[in-house]
Nanobody, 128 residues
């Protein structure tokens, strides 16, 4: 049973920054695309950002484009989401997810249905 562990969430004021981390339990997971999703109470889970296994291709939701950066360090088996200029609307539980169908490809998917493995989430709260 492979697992993902998210960390780095917290409480920040509007305009602040956070860096979220996702660490898979096995190195083999670093051969797949990884994405970040978020879900606020009463809302649907939505796509935030994704990165291919090599880090050569990325995708961002319009709501975070220009102020967020997804990256990965496969040697450390870790994927990061740097978020700057945070807004109260960014408040949500942030999940890391793995797309197993993307093995050794440049595939970057944005649909929640494309992802097979999910972490427990890390809470991000942005105050006004």
């Amino acid at each position: 049973q492979v697992q993902l562990r998210e960390s780095g969430g917290g409480l920040v004021q509007a305009g602040g920054s956070l860096r979220l981390s996702c660490a898979p339990s096995e190195r083999t997971l670093n051969t797949y695309a990884v994405a970040w999703f978020r879900q606020a109470p009463g809302k649907e889970r939505e796509f935030v950002a994704a990165i291919s296994w090599s880090g050569g291709r990325t995708a961002y939701a319009d709501s975070v484009k220009g102020r967020s950066t997804i990256s990965r360090d496969n040697a450390k088996n870790t994927v990061y989401l740097q978020m700057n200029s945070l807004k109260p609307e960014d408040t949500a539980l942030y999940y890391c997810a793995v797309d197993k169908q993307s093995l050794y490809t440049a595939v970057v998917r944005t649909s929640v249905l494309a992802y097979d493995l999910w972490g427990q989430g890390t809470q991000v709260t942005v105050s006004s």
